[in-house]
């Protein structure tokens, strides 16, 4: 029977997802400062891809309609609020990881600001310094 494996000195690599989680928290923890209040209660999640009911189907989908970053779900009895990201859309947009990063980062913002009912400018001062 063999023992437990011994750790290497290789570093664990990081799946696709998991990078992607970890841009979203990024990004969570970068509004926390200003609105640590307001997010304690919200979750945040990821989704491979819209639902299709959110895409619409057929010739509808030509009307330059571009794919959604995310959606908000307010709290709802004992449910929380919500803010859910969609990964492969967001991939898709961006040429490098750092364009990602900040993809990532604007999609935050802007369900946040959604979900609290301001404008993206005022839940983060630099959104439009960044467009």
């Known amino acids: 029977m063999r023992g437990p494996l011994a750790p290497s000195n290789v570093p664990i690599a990081r799946s696709r997802s998991e990078r ?3 841009l979203v928290l990024d990004a969570v923890d970068r509004l926390k400062p200003r609105w640590a209040r307001q997010l304690a209660e919200v979750e945040f999640a990821v989704e491979e891809v819209p639902p299709l009911a959110q ?3 057929g010739p509808g989908r030509l009307d330059g309609e ?7 779900q307010p709290a709802a009895g004992k449910n929380p609020a919500v ?3 969609y990964r492969r ?4 947009r961006a040429r490098d ?4 990063g900040a993809l990532v980062h604007e999609a935050v913002v802007e369900q946040v600001a959604e979900l609290l009912g301001l404008p993206p ?3 983060d001062p630099g959104f439009d310094d960044r467009r």
């Open 97 to 100: 990881r750092d364009m990602l």
């Open 83 to 85: 803010v859910v990201l």
């Open 20 to 22: 992607f989680d970890d």
């Open 121 to 123: 400018e005022t839940v």
């Open 66 to 72: 571009p794919i959604p970053f995310g959606r908000t």
């Open 55 to 57: 895409l619409g189907d």
């Open 89 to 92: 859309p967001l991939e898709a």
